[in-house]
């Protein structure tokens, strides 16, 4: 029994008792003063980023829960994720829900080939609205281009048919039917130029939206890389200080070191 050992024996276990307590109080607070500096870290980093400490209240993070967008521009909502190869040129478009969900969308023998990829496939909560407003604006123009895109075929295809008529037509043929002939090629050869400015009008507009998703895309990434950076960093940190180091009780301050002036400060 403890209370029936020596006094000296008792001393001696409550010494140890003490010793353990205190080491392990100072162990505990080494690691919550790594943590505290690894907290410091990761927000400094937002901060760089222009998140973090700098967010206004109320807004949206990376790490957020998705905005509340209409379900047919919701990438989210996708029961199936289907894209183009990136040799098509679509880069940023999955196929839109209504491919699956309906049995026959308008139309849908061209939809899947081309025009059905309309849903901006970033999802980044901080860029959802913003990117369901560009997928809104391309199921717009699809639509708009469909119809641009039938009618240039019919006009190519009549203008094929007249000008092989001028083509084979007789030499002997009264010069009334030549003109006619002529002047039907020039006007389907107008039509069709009229149609071709504005199928380029529309696939400058897609450019436009994809532009803007590339740079979403770029920023994301770059966001990303430096995340990964400072994990790295600190992950090596962490290994070559030794727990015990008055260093993970400094305070963290990154104009300190390159004493550069704070922003907004002369």
């Known amino acids: 029994c403890f209370w029936a050992a020596s006094p000296c024996t008792r001393v001696g276990s409550l010494r140890r008792a003490a010793m353990v307590g205190a080491e392990a109080s100072r162990s505990l607070n080494s ?64 196929l839109a829900e209504d491919y699956h969900q309906l049995s026959w969308p308008l139309p849908k023998m061209f939809g899947e080939e081309k025009y059905g990829h309309s849903l901006v496939d970033i999802t980044d909560p901080r860029h959802i609205k913003d990117c369901a407003g560009m997928s809104k604006r391309l199921v717009r123009l699809s639509y708009d281009q469909q119809i641009i895109d039938l009618e240039w075929r019919k006009t190519y295809k009549a203008l094929l048919d007249a000008e092989h008529r001028m083509a084979t037509l007789s030499t002997n043929a009264p010069q009334k039917s030549k003109d006619l002939i002529k002047k039907e090629v020039d006007g389907h050869m107008k039509y069709l130029l009229e149609l071709q400015e504005q199928k380029d009008t529309y696939e400058n507009e897609h450019q436009t939206v994809y532009s803007r998703c590339d740079d979403i895309k770029r920023t994301l990434k770059k966001e990303s890389d430096l995340e990964n950076l400072r994990a790295h960093m600190e992950r090596r940190t962490q290994q070559a200080v030794d727990p015990g180091s008055p260093f993970w009780q400094t305070k963290f301050n990154i104009y300190r070191s390159s004493g550069a002036a704070r922003p907004g400060r002369a």
């Open 31 to 94: 690691t919550m003063q790594r943590a505290k500096s690894s907290g410091m870290l990761q927000r400094t980093g937002e901060v760089s980023l222009g998140g973090g400490a700098t967010t206004p209240e109320g807004a949206l993070t990376k790490y957020s829960p998705p905005p509340a967008v209409p379900k047919h521009l919701s990438v989210h909502a996708l029961t199936k994720k289907r894209k183009l190869p990136a040799s098509t040129g679509n880069l940023h478009g999955y």
